[in-house]
């Protein structure tokens, strides 16, 4: 008697079982997934190498076209603007030093320091009274934050008192 | 038979392997899928706000072609180039014309901006991702102008010099007072003069033009106004400024011995 081969193909699979045909399909689809990831990324990165050229392109007439004149004249603008907010009138200090100056002093010498927004002067006067009533006139006025007296002395060239005073601007 | 037994948990580790190894990396990893497309939408956001700048720029260009009188007061406050020769000249006229001898007029850049100025007249500020595209936009950078210190003497009366002061402060082209002292000065027979003299440091300024606009220019906010340029300002430099600034007249060539007056 002849052998007859009753396995059929049927019977093969049903021998891999259905987990493993589960996990073939999974299989399947992971690396239908890796190769779409592939071809979806390749088609961004040409993508975007046309928009960065297209880009570039507009960029070019942007650059060279009138938005420089544009952007420099708006730049103008804000500068000025902010240096419009810093100007202040020097000649305003010497009126308000001439204000508080009191008979029996003169001024040898002024030094505004715009950094310390302060002014330094040297003053001389007749007599060490009038100093102390110079120095009380320049705490007395507004505009000055701070008045610092310095050294008192006696010039004996002049013959007068030699006193220097810092004001500081408010 | 083996085989079929090692088949599956064969296929756990290859699948497994494959994500990490694979899928992953080229969904999420560097140059991956999700890099690319935030790339595109911020290549997209770039682009469109290109596209709004050239029409909002071609607007303010021909705003400027219009005003260009009007516009003038700016470019005298703050000036393209150093023009050193009209300080020179403006000052010296605002001496003579109050009756004070000028004693120095000497312009230089002032030491702590040249360095900088040297690399570049911008403050560049580092780039902020936007946070609804996520792209990243580069911060507008501030333009700072150069700086010029002038010493600038003089010798006359206290009334003229008060003059020369309020004439220099209301002169067209931005100055400032860094420093100003003013002293008595002595007669021959040792007696106080009538005359003082007085030092001024100024400080003038001056803008050059723009070689080539970067990628950080596009996020001026002028170019996002929709009111074009601000008028107001022109009209504060009108109230603060009013004394012309004369432009220098060539002197007349000579062509000989240059070490000898020509008369």
């Known amino acids: 008697m002849a052998n007859i081969n009753l396995i059929t193909d049927r019977e093969n699979a049903r ?3 259905t987990g493993t045909v589960v996990l073939l399909v ?3 689809i992971v690396i239908l997934i890796y190769g779409g990831l592939i071809f979806y990324g390749n088609k961004l990165g040409t993508d975007l190498t046309t928009a960065k050229e297209e880009y570039a392109a507009k960029f070019n007439i942007f650059a060279v076209g009138g938005s420089g004149q544009v952007l420099d004249f708006q730049n103008r603008l804000t500068i000025s603007n902010e240096l419009l907010a810093t100007e202040r009138d020097n000649g305003k200090d010497l009126q308000n030093i001439e204000s508080v100056m009191i008979d029996g002093v003169y001024l040898d010498s002024y030094v505004y320091d715009e950094s310390a927004k302060s002014i330094k002067i040297d003053c001389f006067a007749d007599s060490y009274e009038t100093v102390a009533k110079q120095i009380l006139s320049f705490k007395g006025d507004d505009y000055f934050s701070t008045v610092l007296a310095g050294e008192t002395k006696l010039d004996p060239k002049r013959k007068m008192i030699n006193f220097p005073v810092v004001l500081t601007i408010k | 038979m083996k085989i079929k037994i090692l088949l599956a948990p064969g296929l756990i580790v290859v699948i497994v392997v494959a994500i990490i190894w694979y899928v992953y990396p080229a969904y999420d990893g560097v140059d991956g899928v999700r890099d690319r497309r935030a790339k595109m939408t911020s290549q997209d956001v770039l682009t469109a706000k290109l596209d709004g700048n050239i029409s909002s720029a071609e607007k303010l260009g021909t705003e400027l072609r ?3 009188t009007q516009n003038a007061v700016v470019f005298n406050y703050i000036p393209k180039g150093k023009e050193e020769e009209k300080i020179i000249e403006n000052l010296n006229l605002q001496a003579t014309g109050s009756t004070l001898a000028v004693l120095e007029i000497s312009v230089s850049e002032l030491a702590d901006v040249v360095a900088a100025a ?6 560049i500020a580092p780039p902020i991702a936007d946070p609804v595209t996520g792209a990243v936009v580069l911060e507008a950078p501030k333009v700072v102008p150069k700086k010029l210190k002038v010493k600038y003497s003089v010798v006359g009366d206290y009334a003229n010099i008060k003059v020369l002061i309020g004439k220099i402060q209301k002169l067209k082209r931005f100055n400032k007072f860094l420093g100003l002292d ?3 000065l002595m007669t021959e ?3 106080i003069s ?4 007085a030092n001024m440091t100024l400080e003038f300024n001056y803008l050059s033009e723009p070689k080539r606009l970067t990628d950080a220019d596009l996020s001026n906010e002028i170019f996002s106004a929709t009111g074009g340029f601000s008028s107001q300002i022109i009209g504060k430099i009108r109230e603060s400024r009013n004394v012309e600034v004369n432009n220098v007249m060539p002197g007349q060539k000579r062509g000989n011995n240059p070490f000898i007056i020509a008369k």
Do not use: P, R
Request: aromatic share 8%.
């Open chain 1, 15 to 17: 021998m891999l079982g």
């Open chain 1, 26 to 28: 999974a299989f399947f």
């Open chain 2, 66 to 68: 219009v005003n260009a």
């Open chain 2, 118 to 123: 040297e690399v570049s007249t911008l403050s």
């Open chain 2, 182 to 184: 003013i002293k008595t």
């Open chain 2, 189 to 191: 027979g040792q007696e």
């Open chain 2, 194 to 197: 009538d005359s003082l003299q």
